[in-house]
């Protein structure tokens, strides 16, 4: 064990944090998934991409720069410390991207990486159906092959940002006999293909932040196969793997969290509750303990090892001290808690109510925190299948 | 010793039910929001036909004389209902204070307007920053340096505060307290501002149980319905227990806030810490039920479609009003570290007696 950096390693934070102190926008965006905010975030991602921030895990002939996992660590360390903008191509760079980059031809490589590292292509994720939620397997949309053409029929739902992405990959049933994990494959699909509509769907803050596709005979190339025939359901469930273990919400994000509920204890703790005092302090653990956890996790990646089952014990991890923060934070501003930023007497409550108003989701996306318990009691600790 | 509601007032409570399942749905309450409205005149006019908004008012101002204990049950209807017109403000809070100051002409003149529901009455205490529905009183109740001041609408500059729950319509109230507009001396004014505050908190309990409830049926609903892996959702023991944690945390918030309506008057720090314990029970109850309801619905549940949010955003107005978390938490230390009130099993009820009949 050796919980030092190397000088490399601090070498490369110095670079980041400079990068980042020159670039990052002064002003806060708004959110990524609404009209006003995603075009400035857009805007952003190439901004990031110039220089080659992009996504510094990938290779170079990807626009990456060959990064390790330590040192996407401490990049994203740098960008959270800096407030950088979110990610609006999150589900392209961190849950295809890894995808692509283990099961993608040469040329699905060459063609969909460099634009999602350059901030060109936005992708949304289209799994979810009105009927197969938790249960992803009981998808029903149909890819029926024609030529070397595949027809797309269905309807996919909850597709975070799909109203303004330009691409987006599902899964579809190849086999139209076959059921559950059999006969999916995983389709890359652009947005703008004729037989698709994307009807924008309202989150309960009133913005459309996800949205349901509708395809109907939609056409797309075989080339845009992602795998072999059938193994979507395999292709997805490393896909989810990233989402839910490693890439999607990494530990600076929390920390950040930690360090403002720090900053607002102090501003207003002669108010306050004592019992605050040391939720404050739990909070600080917590989200030390994350990150402590996330570089026992990309140490072990880099020395072989594989995400599996532990990706659900991150995911319910996050989410629900997410959730918590959040929650102390709105018990700190008490009475002006409720405000919007609208209200001219807001003051500088910041953006805890956003913020918890979104970290509900967290228990919800990449697998609800009920399905990751069935999965640690069933497939980590034995227990028998309910 | 008879912890129980008698018959006429679950009689009333079951009436304003029915009325609001009626008058106050969920696509009530959508076209509201979609036209911006934060009043539905009509159904305040059904409540008027009730004798709601004077159910406390004195007979004398033209009320029905009725106390807490027989408001508490309405207003957890309201929060069920997730009402947007201030019934449970104007009903539970403005009126007494009016009722307590009805020798003073001018209050009684109000206090009648009030009690017909003709002239709605807001109230701006101190420990609330702002005025929930302003714009749409009469007449608002207003603090000075703990006088009380009663000043036309007319004669304030209102500038809304906007809340996450689009129905509760704040504003910070600016006015020139003067000889003319006050109403009761510091003296006079610091008790019934004290008992405003209790009352708040008291209805702002009531309407989180109400709304608790309601969040766990919507959810139990959908829970028998949506199907996944070939079952119910609520067959599946994590739903299950999900749904029965929200329902003890509703039933133990429950006696704390009924026993506050019905000791409430009663002067000391055993009711103090009765009606802390109220309004932080119930207000844990509904957003932990509204925390779980958009959980039990997955993402069906995060979005405008289902009601929970309505609920949830309410609990979160609530939650800060009529004293936060941290200001209840405080006073119930005080009362039980500080005050030597009698603790143990003797103690269970403020003055050793429940007043509910
Ligand atoms: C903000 C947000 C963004 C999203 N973005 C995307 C996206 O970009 N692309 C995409 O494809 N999807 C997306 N989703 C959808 C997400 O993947 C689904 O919400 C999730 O898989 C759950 O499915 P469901 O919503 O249908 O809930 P359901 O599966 O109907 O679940 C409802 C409730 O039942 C519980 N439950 C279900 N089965 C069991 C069981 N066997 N045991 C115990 N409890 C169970 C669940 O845990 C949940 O509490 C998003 C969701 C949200 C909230």
Known sequence: ?386 | MDFSFSEEQQMVAQTVRDLLTDQCSSADLRKMMTAGEGLDEARWTKLCEMGLPGIMAPEEAGGLALKDEDFVLVAEECGRAALPEPLVEHAGIAVPMLAALIDNPAVRKVLEAAATGEGRVAVGHPANLFVDAADTAAALLLWHNDEVHLVSVDDVKLVRQPSIDSFRRLFRVEWMPSAKTKVADAAKGKALWALALDRGALYAAAQCLGMGQRIVEIAVAYAKDRTQFGKAIGSYQAIKHHLANCQVKIEYARPAVYAAAATIETPGPEVRALVSNAKLSAVEAADFAARTGVQVHGAMGYSWEVDVHFFLKRALGLAGAWGDRNMHLARVADCVLNSGMPLGPAATFPGGTAHAR
Request: aromatic share 10%; hydrophobic share 40%.
């Open chain 1, 1 to 386: 064990m050796k919980l030092t950096y190397t000088p490399e390693q601090e070498a490369f934070r110095a670079e980041v944090r400079a990068w980042m102190k020159a670039n990052v926008p002064k002003e806060t965006l708004a959110s990524h998934d609404t009209v006003e905010g995603f075009t400035p975030h857009w805007e952003w991602e190439k901004t990031l991409a110039k220089g080659q921030w992009g996504m510094v895990t990938w290779p170079k002939e990807y626009g990456g720069r060959g990064c390790d996992l330590i040192q996407w660590l401490i990049f994203e360390e740098e960008y959270y410390r800096a407030q950088a903008p979110g990610r609006v191509n999150q589900n392209g760079i961190f849950l295809l991207g890894p995808t692509l980059m283990e099961f993608g031809s040469p040329e699905q490589k060459a063609r969909f990486l460099p634009a999602m590292a350059a901030g060109d292509e936005i992708w949304a994720q289209a799994w979810s159906e009105p009927q197969a939620g938790s249960d992803l397997a009981a998808l029903r949309s149909t890819a029926t092959r024609d030529g070397d053409e595949y027809v797309l029929r269905g309807h996919k739902i909850w597709s975070s940002r799909a109203v303004f992405a330009h691409w987006c990959f599902g899964m579809f049933r190849t086999d139209p006999k076959s059921e559950k994990h059999r006969g999916i494959s995983f389709i890359l699909v652009p947005l703008n293909t004729p037989g698709i509509r994307v009807n924008g769907i309202r989150q309960i803050d009133g913005e459309a932040g996800f949205a349901e596709i509708f395809f109907e005979d939609a056409r797309v190339p075989v080339a845009n196969r992602l795998g072999e025939e059938g193994d979507g359901w395999k292709i997805a469930m490393a896909t989810a793997g990233f989402e839910r273990g490693m890439m999607l919400r990494s530990p600076a994000r929390f920390q950040v969290t930690a360090e403002r509920l720090v900053e607002l204890y102090k501003k207003v703790a002669d108010k306050l509750d004592p019992g605050l005092r040391s939720q404050v302090a739990q909070m600080w653990m917590d989200a030390q303990s994350f990150a402590m956890s996330t570089y026992m996790m990309a140490s072990r990646l880099i020395n072989g090892g594989h995400i599996g089952v532990e990706a659900s014990l991150t995911k319910i991890f996050w989410s629900e001290m997410d959730v918590n923060m959040h929650r102390i934070a709105l018990q700190m501003l008490g009475v002006r808690a409720e405000l919007l930023h609208a209200a001219p007497d807001a003051g500088d409550i910041g953006s805890w109510l956003d913020g918890y108003i979104f970290s509900l989701a967290g228990p919800i996306y990449a697998g609800t925190n009920e399905i990751q318990r069935n999965i640690i009691a069933e497939r980590l600790l034995g227990l028998p299948r309910g």
